[in-house]
C-alpha cells in the first residue's frame, strides 16, 4: 500500500527531548540539588505525569519543592520549558511532504500536557501536524500499544498506509507487532533516504 500518513515521535525527531536525563543533570546543577535524590523522585512519579494524571504542578511538587528552595517554581518550570529546541530540518522534512504527498501527519509521543502543549505552541507545530496523539492527552503512553491502536482511528488508516519515525527503538518495534512499519531516527540524512526508499521523496 502506499503510504498516506506519518506518525511522528516528537521529542528526539521534531524537538530535542523536554525534559530528559541531560535536562535534568543540567536542573540539578543550576539550582543547586541532589541529581540522584530528584532523578530517583522523577522516575518514581513521571509517568503517572505523562498519562496525564498529574499537573505539572503537582510533579514539581514531588520531584522539586517536597522541601523549602531558595528558587520558585515559576523559575523552574520556565528553565524546564526552555531546554527545548527545535530540529529544523526534521520539521522542513516533514512539512515538505506533507504538501508535496498530500499526507496526514500525527505526533504519538509521551509528554506531560504543560510542556507538550508549551512545545506545540512555541514551535507551531500545528502547521505539520494534524493530530497530536499525546499520552497526557488520551491517557496512555508508549510502550503501550494501545496508544498506536488510538492513533490508527482517529487517523482512519490502515497500519499498512503508515510509516512511524521514533528514536527509541523498543517504540518502533512495539508499532511494527500493529502492522505499522517504520524506523529509528539518528539523523536527518538517514531518515530522509528511509522516507524516499518508501515513495515519499
Known amino acids: ?14 524537538l530535542t ?3 530528559d536525563r541531560k535536562a535534568r543533570r543540567l536542573a ?9 535524590e530528584m532523578n530517583e523522585r522523577h522516575h518514581l512519579t513521571f509517568d503517572t505525569y505523562e498519562v496525564g494524571k498529574l499537573t ?3 510533579y514539581l511538587d514531588r520531584i522539586v ?7 520558585t517554581m515559576d523559575t523552574f518550570r520556565t528553565f524546564m520549558f526552555d531546554q527545548s529546541r527545535a530540529l529544523p530540518d526534521m520539521i522542513e522534512l516533514v512539512t515538505r511532504l506533507k504538501a508535496r504527498h498530500g499526507l496526514k501527519i500525527a505526533a504519538v509521543s509521551n509528554e506531560g500536557r504543560e510542556l507538550n502543549e508549551y512545545r506545540i505552541r512555541t514551535y507551531k507545530l500545528g502547521r505539520c501536524i494534524d493530530f497530536f496523539i499525546s499520552s497526557s492527552f488520551i491517557h496512555y503512553r508508549k510502550p503501550d500499544a494501545d496508544i498506536f491502536r488510538i492513533a490508527l482511528d482517529i487517523a482512519q488508516v490502515a497500519p499498512e498506509e503508515v510509516f512511524y519515525i521514533d528514536d527509541r527503538p523498543m517504540f518502533v518495534d512495539v508499532a511494527r507487532n500493529q502492522g505499522i512499519q517504520g524506523m529509528v531516527h539518528t539523523t536527518y540524512e538517514q531518515t530522509r533516504d528511509k522516507l524516499a526508499s518508501v515513495g515519499l521523496t
Do not use: C, H, K, P
Not at 65 to 71: G, I, V, W
Open 65 to 71: 519543592f517536597y522541601e523549602e528552595r531558595s528558587f
Open 56 to 58: 505539572l504542578d503537582e
Open 17 to 19: 527531548n523536554g525534559w
Open 1 to 14: 500500500m502506499t503510504i498516506s500518513t506519518l506518525f511522528l515521535d516528537i521529542g528526539g525527531v521534531l
Open 28 to 36: 540539578a546543577e543550576t539550582f543547586g540539588l541532589d541529581y540522584e
